[in-house]
Nanobody, 126 residues
Framework: QVQLVESGGGLVQAGGSLRLSCAASGRTFSSYSMGWFRQAPGKEREFVAGITWSSGTTYYLDSVKGRFTISRDNAKNAVYLQMNSLKPEDTAVYYC???????????????????WGQGTQVTVSS
């Protein structure tokens, strides 16, 4: 129903920027909230940012607020994560995901998402 493919990861120095893209298939894309998660080796997957399908409301992990911006373009079936002022602790594999949920507490949970991309590596050097 929904296929997701991330791109845009890479190696960047601390303080630099990257823009991640997630291309989605399916005519029902606009009815899915979208989220970005990340997972570093040996660590739990964590919610980074989300945007609802209903109102376009955005939510962020506290540590990225003011640095990262999530956006979506329903006409292009795409969601983006603009990452500025990157820090070494941002290093992780980043995943985009699609959910029917709209509440912040739900979108923080990976279990709320029905579809996941393959992930893209972001490495921030110090």
């Amino acid at each position: 129903q929904v296929q997701l493919v991330e791109s845009g990861g890479g190696l960047v120095q601390a303080g630099g920027s990257l823009r991640l893209s997630c291309a989605a298939s399916g005519r029902t894309f606009s009815s899915y909230s979208m989220g970005w998660f990340r997972q570093a080796p040996g660590k739990e997957r964590e919610f980074v940012a989300g945007i609802t399908w209903s109102s376009g409301t955005t939510y962020y992990l506290d540590s990225v607020k003011g640095r990262f911006t999530i956006s979506r373009d329903n006409a292009k079936n795409a969601v983006y994560l603009q990452m500025n002022s990157l820090k070494p602790e941002d290093t992780a594999v980043y995943y985009c995901a699609a959910s029917r949920a709209v509440l912040r507490l739900q979108l923080r949970l990976g279990t709320s998402y029905d579809y996941w991309g393959q992930g893209t590596q972001v490495t921030v050097s110090s």
